[in-house]
T-cell receptor, first 108, second 115 residues
Framework: KNEVEQSPQNLTAQEGEFITINCSYS?????LHWLQQHPGGGIVSLFM???GKKKHGRLIATINIQEKHSSLHITASHPRDSAVYIC??????????FGTGTSLTVIP | EAQVTQNPRYLITVTGKKLTVTCSQN?????MSWYRQDPGLGLRQIYY???????DKGDVPEGYKVSRKEKRNFPLILESPSPNQTSLYFC??????????????FGPGTRLTVL
């Protein structure tokens, strides 16, 4: 069983919709990261969270340490948001464990 | 421009022929790491380094070697590549803080095929 589980695996949305991607983990962590992988393959780090909530433009990430759960929200989705979103956690020692990703397609 | 560079970007080789994939960053980051990405398995960490001369195994270190002789460089060495090492490889770097590793900067990826 993977230590990091994401849902859904695939998501299709209409432009303008509010999107939520979920991440659950089963181990104690020092931080949780959200990454975006573009269709061309490049990977960008979106957020690092150890508690609470962070916002960057139309992206919002939240984490609930007690429930071992994080969500990534995209408000007013746009076709350029189409990408694979990857959740990752770090444990003590800074080793990373990744979810298998959520493939998002936003249709105009 | 702040960046992580990897070379080569594409490589086709044969079983057993030693190869090195270079990774370099210009941001003075302490933390550097290598990952492989495979369909259905996602990203997995191979090795990481928290500073010069300090390296640790990740989730899938077998068949790989690394070194960190300088802060900016973190080469990945495959002494005797095998077909199961065919994959997309990413290098990344980051600052470290009290909470651990901050947001990582990723290289563009190296697509390796071992025949």
């Amino acid at each position: 069983k993977n230590e990091v589980e994401q849902s859904p695996q695939n998501l299709t949305a209409q432009e303008g919709e509010f999107i939520t991607i979920n991440c659950s983990y089963s181990v104690g962590i020092s931080a949780l990261h959200w990454l975006q992988q573009h269709p061309g393959g490049g990977i960008v780090s979106l957020f690092m969270l150890s508690s609470g909530k962070k916002k960057h433009g139309r992206l919002i990430a939240t984490i609930n340490i007690q429930e071992k759960h994080s969500s990534l929200h995209i408000t007013a989705s746009h076709p350029r948001d189409s990408a694979v979103y990857i959740c990752a956690v770090t444990r003590t020692g800074n080793q990373f464990y990744f979810g298998t990703g959520t493939s998002l397609t936003v249709i105009p | 421009e702040a960046q992580v560079t990897q070379n080569p970007r594409y490589l086709i080789t044969v079983t057993g022929k030693k190869l090195t994939v270079t990774c370099s960053q210009n941001m003075n980051h302490e933390y550097m790491s290598w990952y492989r990405q495979d369909p259905g398995l996602g990203l997995r960490q191979i090795y990481y380094s928290m500073n010069v001369e300090v390296t640790d195994k990740g989730d899938v270190p077998e068949g790989y070697k690394v070194s960190r002789k300088e802060k900016r460089n973190f080469p990945l060495i495959l002494e005797s590549p095998s077909p199961n090492q065919t994959s997309l490889y990413f290098c990344a770097s980051s600052f470290q803080g009290r909470q651990g590793v901050y947001e990582q900067f990723f290289g563009p990826g190296t697509r390796l095929t071992v025949l």
